[in-house]
């Protein structure tokens, strides 16, 4: 699977993930997207930002629904992971939903591990309540990964 960068993400995509324009207008401008494509169609992409001294975020990673559970997410975490530490950095961080218990089942097996919760983050960052697998996602669960 080739991951190229770009500078057209599929929004479709990005909202996919981050269900607030106001987050993805922060972030986007930004960080670099990078995208894995069928034909021409943008199946799976992600955005890395530099947060802090030595660490980047991937802020956004998704797949299109038809396309999820062929190891594209995979992927493309890999590859975040990969293009991180060759850009030097020594910590990488990633965080989801306090309900989406697959993400971070996801991340968890990419070798990241939890580092922290965001209390109330969705409460206090977005308009209106989310909810996945019929329960508010309140909480923002923080993960990382040591690139040494």
Not at 75 to 99: N, Q, S
Not at 121 to 141: Q, S
């Amino acid at each position: 699977m080739e991951i190229h960068k770009t500078d057209t993400p599929s929004r479709e995509l990005l909202l996919l993930a981050d269900e607030s324009e106001a987050s993805v207008a922060d972030y986007i401008g930004r960080g670099t997207c990078y995208a894995t494509y069928d034909d021409r169609r943008i199946v799976g992409q992600y955005v890395l930002i530099h947060t802090r001294p030595f660490t980047a975020e991937v802020v956004n990673i998704a797949v299109a629904p038809d396309r999820q559970r062929q190891g594209i997410a995979t992927a493309l975490l890999a590859h975040a992971v990969d293009t991180a530490r060759r850009a030097g950095f020594r910590l990488l961080e990633i965080g989801t939903g306090d309900c989406g218990l697959g993400q971070i089942a996801l991340y968890e097996r990419c070798g990241f591990v939890r580092c922290g919760i965001d209390e109330d983050y969705f409460r206090k960052h977005y308009p209106a309540p989310i909810f996945e697998n019929g329960l508010e996602c309140r909480h923002m669960v923080r993960l990382r990964m040591e690139l040494r």
